[in-house]
């Protein structure tokens, strides 16, 4: 059975790069948002059992994304891709939630360990 993947980025050249790094043969059905508020109505519609997430976004970023999956209560499983690689933002989502950070951008090699590493491959 498929997993609903979420990627939520609102830069369609990142959308597209998370896309392309994905294992080949994973068994996902991938759902794209372009904003905080698109990703967060995708999750509710069970869109998103696993998100990758990138913080700096319009309408919602990240940070508000992730505060609602926690106060909502919402099952999703979430990595961050994002550029902001200060300490205090990779601290900040692991406190409100995210399984992991990745830097952008995005590599296939960093993201396949990753997924292995917490058994989501």
């Known amino acids: 059975m498929s997993i609903p993947l ?16 994905l294992p080949e043969g994973w068994d996902v059905e991938v759902t794209f948002a372009t904003n ?3 990703g967060l109505a995708a999750i509710r519609a069970g869109k998103g059992e696993m998100v990758f997430l990138d913080l700096t976004m319009p309408e919602m970023d990240g940070y508000g994304v ?6 909502e209560g919402l099952k999703s499983v979430v990595i961050v891709i994002s550029a902001d690689i200060q300490p205090e933002a990779r601290d ?12 952008k951008p995005i590599n296939g090699e960093k993201l396949m360990h990753t997924l292995k590493e917490f058994g989501l491959l």
């Open 66 to 71: 992730l505060e609602h999956i926690r106060s």
């Open 92 to 103: 900040r989502v692991r406190k409100l939630g995210a399984l992991e950070f990745i830097q």
């Open 6 to 21: 979420l990627i939520c980025d609102d830069s369609n050249m990142a959308r597209k790069q998370v896309l392309r790094s």
């Open 36 to 38: 905080g508020v698109e």
